[in-house]
């Protein structure tokens, strides 16, 4: 009995660790947002990064 009252509270321990982790990054979610455009930014910046739709000519989409 001893041994299931662990494993239940090791299951609660790591379900209240998840909750946990998952409101931190709900709250810093801008920041997070940020930092991510800021290091896809920089990672353009050393290599050539093409936009997606730079192979289309737009005169052509306009007719």
Do not use: H
């Amino acid at each position: 009995m001893k041994s299931t009252w662990r494993f239940v509270l090791k299951i609660i321990g790591l379900s209240l660790a998840l909750a946990g982790a998952v409101c931190l990054v709900i709250g810093f979610w801008d920041k997070l947002a940020e930092d991510a455009v800021a290091a896809k930014e920089a990672l353009c910046r050393k290599r050539r990064c093409f936009p997606e739709f730079d192979d289309y000519d737009d005169d052509l989409l306009i007719d």
